[in-house]
């Protein structure tokens, strides 16, 4: 694969990028800002992307958007609403649907929860090759700030999948998810970055250590790596059969939700303990890569690496 953005790409990535630096919240006080949610809404409505996949953008196209969102902490719904389309060509999906997600733990078992709920009337989960569909219910507490879980209520047929359809489908779904980690991570970092190249000890920024210089050049490796291993993966998604996207986006998922969490972690210790106040943007990243992290989640057991 040519890991390099095509000018296009790149194109849709400096857009997403101005979309959420302009509209995403630039502090914990603005999650509770409604007026500027209902602009970001509106800004993300009218792009389009949430319908990327049935207008025929690839993989990578919806990895880029979803990267810039979660490092801009965009907090309106498209990975759900972007997951719902993708099932677009195997089921019925409307213009107000988001993904659901069966619960593993922590609620009753067998339920399903939609994710990305807001504004949504509709959620499609897919069990055993069958795209089931449901009416959006009730929110539910949710541990990030950014994006809304919900209850979803009796579910109906609404369309199915061959194993090829359902290996994209997953795979698909894990690459954006390992986006979001990827953007969450990043835009962490660069708090952090920012914070320890301003806040001054012993007449020095605290940057200016190795104490916290390095963890800070640590977290920049693991994101290089986390990009690479999600480049992989998006590509994938379209590139190469179903089964061998599916293991690149499982192992893109491992690696990015343990980077995106120590990352995120890094940038809570760099505040001090300003990075465990409520006001502090970092537990709003680390809230947000804990969520992404379990969403479609994969395990190194799932993975065949080829060693025996």
């Not at 012993?202 to 200016?208: E, H, R």
Request: charged share 25%.
């Amino acid at each position: 694969m040519d890991a390099r953005l095509t000018t296009e790409q790149r194109e849709l990535r400096d857009a997403a990028a101005r979309l959420a630096d302009d509209l995403g919240p630039g502090s914990v006080q603005d999650l509770a800002d409604a007026d500027r949610a209902a602009r970001l809404e509106k800004a993300v409505a009218a792009t389009g992307w949430r319908t990327l996949r049935s207008d025929g953008a690839s993989g990578v196209e919806v990895a880029i958007v979803a990267e810039e969102f979660a490092r801009g902490l965009v907090d309106v719904p498209f990975a759900g609403p972007v997951l719902a389309d993708d099932l677009r060509p195997h089921a019925e999906v409307g213009d107000a649907c988001t993904i659901a997600v069966d619960v593993a733990a922590g609620r009753a078992a067998g339920t399903v929860e939609a994710v990305d709920a807001a504004g949504a009337g509709r959620a499609l989960v897919v069990r055993d090759g069958r795209v089931l569909a449901g009416l959006v219910g009730a929110v539910l507490p949710e541990t990030d700030l950014t994006r809304r879980a919900a209850e979803v209520g009796a579910l109906e047929p609404a369309g199915a999948l061959d194993p090829d359809a359902a290996g994209r489908r997953l795979a698909l779904a894990l690459a954006v998810t390992s986006a979001d980690l990827v953007g969450a991570a990043r835009g962490a970092l660069a708090l952090a970055v920012g914070y320890a190249g301003v806040r001054e000890q012993y007449g020095k920024a605290i940057g200016s250590y190795q104490a916290v210089a390095h963890p800070l050049a640590e977290g920049r490796a693991l994101i290089e790596g986390s990009v690479s291993v999600l480049r992989h993966a998006a590509w994938a998604v379209d590139e190469l059969t179903a089964d061998e996207a599916l293991r690149a986006a499982r192992i893109a998922k491992v690696y990015c939700a343990r980077a995106a969490r120590a990352v995120c972690e890094t940038a809570v210790q760099v505040h001090g303990g300003i990075g465990n106040t409520w006001e502090c943007l970092a537990h709003v990243y680390l809230r947000r890569a804990l969520a992404s992290a379990e969403l479609f989640p994969a395990r190194l057991e799932e993975i065949d690496l080829g060693l025996s």
